[in-house]
């Protein structure tokens, strides 16, 4: 059985070596299982989150501070 071959989130190059690819994160799927997120072990602390979901929060935390009554 061959080793899936995982592409690196940071760098968008393929990982040659399972020794040194490392999960940095986990995306949900709408309609089915997510997936795992891959960098190299050099590259993972340089991986950021998705900014979408962070902005989206950012707004309602926004709202909620201006708009007491609701």
């Known amino acids: 059985m061959t080793a899936a071959l995982h592409v690196c989130r940071h760098c968008d190059d393929p990982i040659t070596d399972p020794d040194d690819a490392v999960e940095v994160a ?4 709408n309609s089915g299982p997510g997936w795992s997120i891959w ?11 998705d900014p979408v979901p962070l902005l ?15």
């Open 39 to 49: 960098a190299h072990r050099a590259h993972a602390h340089l991986v950021e989150p």
């Open 56 to 70: 989206i929060l950012a707004r309602l935390a926004a709202f909620k501070a201006t708009h007491r009554d609701v």
């Open 26 to 29: 986990y995306e949900h799927g």
